[in-house]
């Protein structure tokens, strides 16, 4: 199993970050690779959108993920979206986004803590 270190995952998100503005977001390290010692299974990456702008172009924002960082990607679910770098997994985080079920998890899994939680982030990034 390829794995992370904050280090990759700190480089990675530069990468990113010199070409998310152009579609209409910012980007941001978070899980395990930002607050945990050690290597990670995988990277967790969240979009947020620029508040200037209504809606972030996640198209246009993977196709150029695709171009200038070599990022591979997967199955879209909305609001996660799946893809791999050198080999190693990510999972995109939009939170402004509908979408699917997180495949291998439902909302049963989820306490009344963690929904209150995602749904005062995504209202403060709404209104940010």
Do not use: N
Not at 89 to 118: C, K
């Amino acid at each position: 199993m390829t794995v992370w270190t904050q280090a990759e995952a700190t480089e990675l998100c530069r990468a990113i970050e010199a070409v998310c503005p152009a579609y209409g977001c910012h980007v941001a390290l978070t899980g395990g690779l930002l607050y945990k010692d050690g290597l990670r299974k995988d990277a967790d990456i969240l979009f947020y959108r620029i508040r200037q702008v209504e809606e972030i172009d996640v198209s246009g924002l993977m196709a150029a993920l695709v171009d200038d960082c070599k990022i591979e990607p997967g199955e879209d679910f909305g609001w996660c979206y799946k893809a791999t770098w050198r080999g190693k997994p990510i999972d995109f985080f939009f939170p402004e986004r509908e979408g699917d079920e997180y495949p291998g998890g439902s909302d049963a899994d989820l306490t009344d803590e963690d929904v209150e939680w995602f749904e005062m982030a995504a209202g403060d990034l709404r209104h940010a």
